[in-house]
């Protein structure tokens, strides 16, 4: 069992930064396999970024390639999104979530999800 907490959202200038960060609880946190997913208004969840067990694996889509890195310590059950450039299109609910088999695009291989944090771009 994994309990997610995101948090590090808010309003920033396009090209600016910030960085989000998934706080877990449970003993097992370094068998989870963590990824990043973002919803719009009015658009459907979709995968951002993921990264392995033991934070040496990491996929990202293409639209944030080069601008986002995933890392994670393992010492301290926490994962981050470090987000650069950012546009007014990566305004959105940030959700980390967790699974138990890898790396994985869709939402359903994903067991536990934390309840999000807003990140709003502004142009």
């Known amino acids: 069992q994994v309990r997610l907490v995101e948090s590090g959202g808010g309003l920033v200038q396009a090209g600016g930064s910030l960085r989000l960060s998934c706080a877990a609880s449970?003993?097992?946190?370094?068998?989870?396999?963590i990824g990043w997913f973002r919803q719009a208004p009015g658009k459907e969840r979709e995968f951002v970024a993921a990264i392995n067990r033991n934070g040496l694996g990491t996929y990202y889509v293409d639209a944030v390639k080069g601008r986002f890195t995933n890392s994670r310590d393992n010492a301290k059950n926490m994962v981050y999104l470090q987000m650069n450039s950012l546009t007014p299109e990566d305004t959105a609910v940030y959700y980390c979530?967790?699974?138990?088999?890898?790396?994985?695009?869709?939402?359903?291989?994903?067991?536990?999800w934390g309840q999000g944090t807003q990140v709003t771009v502004s142009s």
């Open positions: 449970g003993r097992t946190f370094s068998s989870f396999t």
């Open positions: 979530a967790a699974n138990g088999w890898g790396i994985a695009r869709g939402s359903r291989a994903y067991e536990y």
